[in-house]
């Protein structure tokens, strides 16, 4: 056979992966889902299956996240004395008292380098494509700040010089703070995810910020890059576990188109 003329090397060149997105979707089903999803603050004595569980925690897993570096974690306390001192971390929150599950969602910024290496390794094509390990390789150096903020220092002053001859840059941390934001961000897409999976399987959560934090960092031996970003109490919904309608504010108030 001849050799490929160019512009078949070209159209070669041009294949690229294809996922045809499904469109067989109930939106009204989903829509149901986001709606009855309230937060509820007390649910009964049912256990919540180990394989609905898992399945909530495995479609968190799912949420986008930044640069697939997937910097989160979820501990689903069930050890009773670690649970009881969850609880009272939790202010003994009547759904913290009374969940048949707490999951404490906590977001890392200790893994980027471990998790930009993955990404490379782990790729879902036989080997990664040149541009995805130069991505991963560059990547981390975005998201750290270094030993006394020297990583994060260096980009503010670059980012500066850079910004001022008109070049455009993406988010980066420039410090411990931003990194954190960073990784919180993402992290509370996964919660989402998790306490609509738990609707769409018929049980209920409380998404809870109110906790001691110290304690819930020392109960789990956190380090300070592990951020606890909020406790998900889940179980069965009780029968007046809502206090109260959902309301929102007139959607003019949110919603702008520019
Ligand atoms: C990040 C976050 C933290 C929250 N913390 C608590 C909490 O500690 N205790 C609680 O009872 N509700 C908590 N909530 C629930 C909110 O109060 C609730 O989502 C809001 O009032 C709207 O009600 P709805 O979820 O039923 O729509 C929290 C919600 C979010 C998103």
Redesign the pocket.
């Known amino acids: 056979m001849s050799n490929p003329n160019p512009t078949d090397v070209k159209a070669e060149k041009k294949e690229r992966y294809f996922e045809p997105a499904p469109q067989d979707i109930d939106v009204e089903n989903f829509k149901k889902v986001i709606q009855s999803r309230?937060?509820v603050?007390k649910f009964t004595d049912k256990a919540i299956p180990v394989e609905v569980l898992d399945d909530c925690l495995d479609m968190a897993l799912l949420a986008p996240n930044s640069s697939n570096l997937q910097p989160w974690t979820f501990v689903v306390v069930q050890n009773p004395a670690k649970k009881k001192q969850l609880v009272k971390a939790c202010l003994g929150?009547l759904?913290a008292r009374t969940a048949a599950e707490l999951i404490v969602c906590i977001a890392r910024t200790d893994r980027v380098d471990e998790m930009a290496k993955k990404n490379i390794s782990e790729f879902p094509f036989p080997e990664a494509p040149a541009a995805v390990k130069k991505y991963y390789k560059f990547i981390p150096y975005n998201y750290m700040t270094g030993y006394l903020n020297a990583v994060g220092n260096f980009k503010k002053v670059a980012f500066k010089i850079a910004r001022s001859l008109d070049k455009q840059l993406p988010v980066t941390a420039f410090n411990p703070a931003d990194a954190k934001l960073w990784a919180s961000k993402t992290t509370a897409l996964a919660c989402e995810n998790m306490v609509l999976a738990l609707r769409a399987h018929g049980f209920d959560s409380?998404?809870?910020?109110?906790f001691d934090e110290p304690m819930v960092r020392k109960l789990l031996k956190l380090n300070d890059q592990q951020f606890p970003v909020?406790v998900i109490a889940a179980g069965e919904r009780a029968e007046d576990g809502v206090f109260f309608p959902?309301y929102r504010f007139d959607r003019d108030l949110f919603i702008q188109k520019v």
């Open positions: 309230r937060s603050r929150q759904a409380c998404m809870m910020e109110g909020m959902q």
